[in-house]
């Protein structure tokens, strides 16, 4: 008895870390999608934080398992939206202000997901669900509107971020899917970030050349800094959807959009700061209705 009393008062013991560990990769979700945006040359920023990734994926692969091979095309997929979505997000930044495109790109992802479970894999949505579609979509908007009403000058930052967020539930769903059949989680992960992290400095070597070194120096620390505070966000998140509620972990992680607005705000001195954060507070508190009705 005493056995079980004990390993009872851990689990609750880890539980009950679990919400305080999501808070924490959330705030460096935030700050790394800070230190990009702060960095004046965004194709720079973006390709330090993928050269973090592929150079942490390769001591990865060496140290963890061999993912099934039905897991595979999942990795290839999720790779490629990956990559797409960190063009949309960079591009995004180019564009926008960080506490409008943030929670905009976050946003979006749930909202989409639901819509799409009802009119494409025609799934019945609860009154729970619809409440929380509603209230995203009235933050949402409210970023949207935050500076008046948007021009054709800045319709094409909205876009972005919205891309950005489609791409977030792509490659979420894919890999929701994906981790399944892989028969290894660490080894999924590693993959993952070893096929897309290549990719962008790639492309930014094509368009910039031997000059692209050059300008990767003086924001090295702030890019790679980012890279690996990004990747520490999404192992604290695995490791609490392991170990405590995964509703309330898929809430919690979402903080990070009012995380953000006041980021925008206080770092980047961004106006209508009110608005913006209020507007974050609506897209998280409808993101928190539509994940806990799912338990």
């Not at 609750?12 to 960095?39: D, E, F, M, R, T």
């Not at 910039?208 to 620390?221: A, C, E, F, K």
């Not at 702030?222 to 972990?249: D, E, K, M, P």
């Amino acid at each position: 008895m005493p056995g079980v009393v004990s390993s009872a008062a851990g689990a609750a013991a880890v539980s009950a870390v679990a919400p305080a560990v999501v808070l924490a990769a959330a705030l460096l979700h935030a700050v790394w999608n800070g230190l990009a945006h702060g960095i004046k040359d965004k194709l720079a920023g973006f390709t330090l934080i993928n050269l973090a990734y592929t150079g942490c994926g390769a001591v990865m692969v060496c140290l963890t398992p061999m993912p099934d091979p039905a897991a595979w095309p999942y990795i290839a997929a999720s790779a490629v939206s990956q990559v797409v979505y960190q063009v949309l997000l960079l591009r995004a930044y180019q564009l926008g202000d960080f506490g409008q495109m943030y929670p905009i790109a976050r946003g979006t992802s749930p909202l989409l997901v639901a819509v799409v479970s009802t009119t494409v894999l025609g799934q019945a949505l609860p009154a729970r669900d619809v409440a929380g579609v509603v209230v995203i979509s009235c933050g949402l908007a409210g970023l949207a509107l935050a500076d008046g009403i948007p021009g054709r000058a800045q319709l094409p930052a909205l876009a972005a971020a919205a891309g950005t967020g489609v791409m977030i539930a792509l490659y979420t769903i894919v890999d929701g899917t994906g981790v399944r059949h892989s028969g290894t989680v660490t080894g999924y992960l590693a993959w993952l970030f070893l096929c897309q992290g290549p990719v962008l400095p790639l492309i930014a070597w094509a368009r910039r050349g031997r000059s692209l070194l050059g300008q990767l120096r003086p924001v090295s620390g702030r890019g790679l800094t980012g890279g690996l505070l990004s990747l520490l966000a999404y192992g604290l998140v695995v490791w609490a959807q392991t170990r405590g509620n995964l509703a309330t972990i898929a809430a919690l992680r979402e903080t990070s959009i009012v995380m953000a607005a006041v980021i925008g705000t206080l770092v980047f001195r961004e106006g209508f700061g009110y608005l913006r954060v209020t507007a974050s507070a609506t897209v998280l508190a409808g993101i928190v209705v539509l994940e806990l009705a799912h338990p």
